[in-house]
């Protein structure tokens, strides 16, 4: 009969929380660099026909 090796149990657990803790930070840095790349394109001028021009005010 034939027994298969069986991996250290310790070892194992170990391996998964190193993978599912790398797999979390990079998700963690993807939405942290995604919020800092919208919160970038809030500070844009955003201009419409609408709008007065700096030389149209009043003044």
């Known amino acids: 009969m034939i027994r298969l ?3 250290d149990p310790l070892g194992t657990a170990l391996t998964w ?5 790398t797999a979390a930070g990079l998700a963690m840095i993807g939405t942290l660099a995604q ?6 394109q ?3 001028p ?3 026909l609408d709008d007065p021009g700096p030389d149209d005010a009043a003044g």
Do not use: I, K, P
Not at 17 to 21: D, E, I, P, R, S
Not at 35 to 40: L, R, V, W
């Open 46 to 48: 955003h201009t419409s």
């Open 42 to 44: 809030d500070f844009l």
């Open 17 to 21: 929380v190193w993978a599912l803790g």
């Open 5 to 7: 090796a069986l991996s």
């Open 35 to 40: 919020g800092e790349y919208s919160a970038d």
